[in-house]
């Protein structure tokens, strides 16, 4: 999810723009449709641009730590970019608990306690979020604080066997989630488990918000990062990775977010969706400057993080029409969609504008060298390999 001001001269990566933009779009398009059916049934899979966001912060990210790996410099970079916008959502979000409930004194008990999870970014281990797409910058955040250490390891033995790193870094969150399902029921959610079913079914809510159970995506991101130009992007390569990811897409049409599902798709699901996403990520990492993104899609790059704060209030305040768009004709749920997602556009430039990038500003401006100052002069632009839009 992450955009900041294009504040060093870099040119910006068109195929990147497009990814972050299909991302928010997607995600936009499942919490505005809650039908799943008629064009709910599509809608539905918009999830998967959380994924998405992962493997672009993974990237990005990842690339900041490396061109300055800094504890110091790195924690405050990430707390200007994420803290100003999150926090006057919440405080959007506590207004609009007032002025929008008619059950006002059971949900602001409810939004406090919600408010104490999200303040530190532990909104994931709650259920029944009035801010529900939250889950997922609260686990963001928390790989952001394994990052440097990821990036370290991959440092000292991936480049010697990137295929065995990355197969054992993927291996992680599948042994997590096995664990999950298999050796704690009762937290996956019981509502998986009809009539005491097998828990192979399993796919609750705690598996899909855990942190080191969705972290899939994220860790490709980073690999890729790191590996920069040895990854050997060749057609058979690429073409495999999007063919994974395409299947595991196919294979995910019947399924809602927390539904049952088989085993399989449990424990492989986000790993075939990381190994398609990565490999379009690296790809548009190598290439993308040569594909050229439109000014809406370059907005709606700029504006991702404003975007996906910004839906998740519109989801809030529009849960009771998008519960009701279940029983509305096909062109009924088209127009709730295009409401909420105008209603999201509008509210996420005024943050965007108004919160976001003032603080972005002030965090990068710098003091423009002298003559004869280090620094000076025309400098040395990045190799390609190193990301074009600012982290």
């Not at 008990?109 to 709650?126: A, C, D, I, T, W």
């Not at 990821?150 to 990355?166: D, E, N, Q």
């Not at 980073?222 to 390569?237: A, C, D, F, T, Y």
């Not at 704060?309 to 029409?321: D, E, G, K, R």
Request: aromatic share 14%; proline share 5%.
């Amino acid at each position: 999810m992450e955009n900041e001001m294009k504040s060093d001269g870099l040119s910006r990566n068109g195929a990147i723009d497009w990814l972050r933009a299909a991302a928010v779009v997607l995600v936009m398009f499942y919490h505005g449709n809650l039908a799943y059916r008629g064009l709910g049934t599509l809608a539905g899979l918009g999830w998967v641009g959380v994924d998405l966001f992962f493997v672009l912060s993974g990237l990005l990210v990842s690339q900041s730590w490396i061109r300055k790996p800094q504890w110091s410099a790195y924690l405050k970079k990430r707390a200007w970019r994420v803290l100003p916008a999150y926090y006057a959502t919440l405080l959007i979000g506590l207004a609009l608990v007032f002025l929008f409930s008619s059950e006002t004194p059971r949900l602001v008990g409810h939004y406090f306690k919600e408010l104490g999870f999200s303040l530190v970014y532990l909104s994931n281990l709650m259920d029944d979020l009035l801010l529900g797409p939250f889950w997922s910058l609260s686990v963001e955040v928390h790989l952001w604080l394994l990052l440097p250490f990821l990036v370290a390891f991959l440092h000292r033995y991936g480049r010697r066997w990137p295929g065995w790193t990355l197969v054992g870094l993927l291996a992680l969150p599948v042994l997590v989630r096995l664990g999950l399902a298999l050796g704690f029921p009762d937290i996956v959610g019981g509502w998986a488990f009809p009539g005491g079913a097998h828990p192979s079914g399993a796919f609750g809510a705690h598996v899909y918000s855990n942190t080191f159970a969705h972290m899939d995506a994220f860790l490709v991101g980073v690999w890729i990062s790191v590996q920069g130009r040895e990854i050997p992007l060749s057609k058979p390569l690429v073409g495999s990775g999007l063919i994974v990811g395409a299947a595991t897409l196919v294979l995910s049409i019947p399924f809602k977010t927390y539904a049952p599902r088989p085993l399989p798709m449990v424990l492989f699901q986000f790993t075939g969706l990381a190994l398609g996403f990565g490999a379009l990520a690296a790809w548009s990492w190598a290439k993308g400057q040569r594909v050229k993104a439109p000014k809406v899609v370059g907005w709606l790059s700029e504006r991702i993080y404003s975007l996906y704060l910004s839906q998740a209030v519109i989801y809030f305040v529009m849960t009771p029409v998008l519960v009701a768009s279940r029983k509305v004709s096909l062109s009924g749920q088209a127009a709730i969609l295009v409401i909420f997602i105008a209603l999201t556009c509008i509210l996420g430039d005024q943050l965007h504008r108004w919160v976001e990038s003032r603080f972005l500003r002030g965090w990068t401006r710098t003091k423009k060298p002298r003559a004869g100052e280090r620094g000076a002069g025309p400098g040395i632009l990045l190799h390609s390999q190193e990301f074009q839009n600012p982290d």
